[in-house]
């Protein structure tokens, strides 16, 4: 007997029920299953990596769906570079399966986009996912509160070390976020600088906890130079 199959899977365009057929679901790069629950890297023992420990970041943890690998980086890019938004709740829908409802915080900050590159791309790609996310979630979307002031140049091809250079004094943020706990949704994260650097501004402002939620975990081939 034939099953018909309403969809397509975005991977190998086989038949399935959902966007992404099982099997294409089960190869998935997921992350290990022990890793820091600060920054996300994976662990051998203990619940926070050493890096971690000695220079705390001013995210308290981070929620990630996979790390970046194939073929979760060719979505990512897809989506971002090819503006493939059909790919947006496939990508919320997989961080939603990490996200337990014990942690949930009162608002989602969608990653800010510099204006400049707002209008080059036409979209910021964080908040396609984060607005899919915050549904699911039934935790609010906190989109202006933050700006990216300043266009650092990409963060890709620099140094480790240079991307905490580069990314200081990027963002502004004037709300009151008193005893707040926000999390920040970000497509990918790498070093974690970025996520750093915002987080710094969401504690001045007054959040309690900020929480790092991404689509995709860079792991470092060396040990990272951190925070
Ligand atoms: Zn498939
Ligand atoms: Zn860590």
Same mark, same amino acid.
């Given at each position: 007997?034939?099953v018909?199959?309403?969809?397509?899977?975005?991977?190998?365009?086989?038949?399935?029920?959902?966007?992404l057929?099982?099997?294409?679901?089960?190869?998935?790069p997921?992350?290990? !299953?022990?890793?820091?629950? $600060?920054?996300? /890297? @994976? =662990?051998?023992?203990?619940?926070?990596?050493? %890096?971690?420990?000695?220079?705390?970041?001013?995210?308290?943890?981070?929620?990630a769906?996979?790390?970046?690998?194939?073929?979760?980086?060719?979505?990512?890019?897809?989506?971002?570079?090819?503006?493939n938004?059909?790919?947006?709740?496939?990508?919320?829908?997989?961080?939603?399966?990490?996200?337990?409802?014990?942690?949930?915080?009162?608002?989602?900050?969608?990653?800010?986009?510099?204006?400049?590159?707002?209008?080059?791309?036409?979209?910021?790609?964080?908040?396609?996912?984060?607005?899919?996310? !915050?549904?699911?979630?039934g $935790?609010a979307? /906190? @989109? =202006?509160?933050?700006?990216?002031i300043?266009? %650092?140049?990409?963060?890709?091809?620099?140094?480790?070390?240079?991307?905490?250079?580069n990314?200081?004094?990027?963002?502004?943020?004037?709300?009151?976020?008193t005893?707040?706990?926000?999390?920040?949704?970000?497509?990918?994260m790498?070093?974690?600088?970025?996520?750093?650097?915002?987080?710094k501004?969401?504690?001045?402002?007054?959040?309690?906890?900020?929480?790092?939620?991404v689509?995709?975990?860079?792991?470092?081939?060396?040990?990272?130079?951190?925070?």
């Open positions: 007997m034939q018909l199959f309403a969809k397509r899977c975005l991977l190998c365009g086989g038949a399935s029920d959902s966007e057929c099982s099997p294409c679901h089960a190869s998935l997921h992350l290990p !299953s022990r890793h820091c629950v $600060v920054c996300a /890297l @994976p =662990l051998t023992t203990a619940d926070v990596c050493g %890096a971690c420990l000695a220079h705390p970041p001013a995210f308290d943890r981070s929620i769906a996979a790390s970046y690998a194939f073929p979760i980086d060719a979505l990512l890019r897809s989506l971002k570079y090819q503006a938004l059909a790919l947006a709740p496939v990508l919320a829908d997989l961080l939603s399966a990490r996200i337990g409802a014990a942690e949930l915080p009162d608002f989602i900050l969608p990653m800010p986009l510099h204006p400049s590159k707002l209008r080059e791309r036409g979209f910021n790609q964080a908040s396609e996912i984060a607005r899919r996310v !915050s549904k699911k979630a $935790v979307l /906190l @989109p =202006l509160a933050c700006r990216r300043k266009d %650092a140049p990409s963060q890709t091809g620099l140094p480790w070390k240079e991307r905490e250079k990314i200081r004094d990027a963002f502004a943020c004037e709300a009151d976020l005893g707040r706990r926000i999390a920040v949704l970000d497509d990918v790498t070093t974690g600088a970025t996520m750093n650097e915002l987080a501004i969401l504690r001045k402002c007054g959040a309690s906890r900020v929480s790092a939620w689509v995709a975990r860079t792991f470092p081939d060396r040990p990272q130079a951190h925070f």
